[in-house]
């Protein structure tokens, strides 16, 4: 059984540096097709694909954010890492981790509100 | 990027009715497209993949169907379970691009 958690800080600070930890179980990123992705939903509004990351270190960003963000994983812990740098408040949003299979996120994380505000 | 279009942002209707979404690709991206439901509060739950594919466990009242640019997702009969905000995602390229959503409510 897919299981995702995204793990972080709820308030961020504008100008400040954004550190999200999705934990997963039940795939290894370090098997052949595996990828997470990185989504987020500001309040009331549509979902955003933010970034990408395969299991050979393949990545792929919203070229909108590419300069902000970067993904990272650590097979060891079965864990991703997204930072997004420079936070403002039309960043808040809940941000969810979610399994790629065939191109789409088939297992979600339960999602994690972050709000920017100082 | 390639931009989704949902059509009707929202719509009403009763249970046991029949309702479709419509999804526009703004060029054409074969069939892979996915649709989810997503409940208030909750991670949203992929129902369709690859245009037709019925995921599993998801009841078969929900049916996929489009190729190109256009995809529709249909309820064939409406349970009260199904009200919930849809939403198209294309997978064709990078970068994957949602619809703006469509809310499914009760009349």
């Known amino acids: 059984q897919i299981t995702l958690k995204e793990s972080g800080p709820t308030l961020v600070k504008p100008t400040q540096t954004l550190t999200l930890t999705c934990t997963f179980s039940?795939?290894?990123?370090?098997?052949?097709?595996?990828?997470v992705g990185w989504i987020r939903q500001p309040p009331g509004k549509a979902l955003d694909w933010l970034a990408l990351i395969y299991w050979d270190d393949e990545i792929h960003y919203r070229p909108s954010l590419r300069s902000r963000l970067t993904i990272a994983k650590d097979t060891s812990k079965n864990q991703v890492v997204l930072t997004m740098t420079n936070m403002d408040p039309v960043d808040t949003a809940t941000y969810y981790c979610?399994?790629?299979?065939?191109?789409?996120?088939?297992?979600w994380g339960q999602g994690t509100l972050v709000t920017v505000s100082s | 990027d390639i931009q989704m279009t949902q059509s009707p942002s929202s719509v009403s209707a009763s249970v046991g009715d029949r309702v479709t979404i419509t999804c526009r690709a703004s060029?054409?991206?074969?069939?892979?497209l996915g649709w989810y439901q997503q409940k208030p509060g909750k991670a949203p739950k992929l129902l369709i993949y690859a245009g037709t594919g019925l995921q599993s466990g998801v009841p078969s009242r929900f049916s996929g169907s489009g190729s190109g640019t256009d995809f529709t997702l249909t309820i064939s009969s409406l349970q009260p379970e199904d009200f919930a905000t849809y939403y198209c995602q294309q997978a064709n390229s990078y970068p994957y691009t949602f619809g703006q959503g469509t809310k499914l409510e009760i009349k």
């Open positions: 979610a399994h790629r299979w065939r191109g789409f996120f088939d297992y």
């Open positions: 039940g795939f290894s990123l370090s098997t052949s097709g595996g990828a």
């Open positions: 060029q054409g991206i074969s069939g892979t």
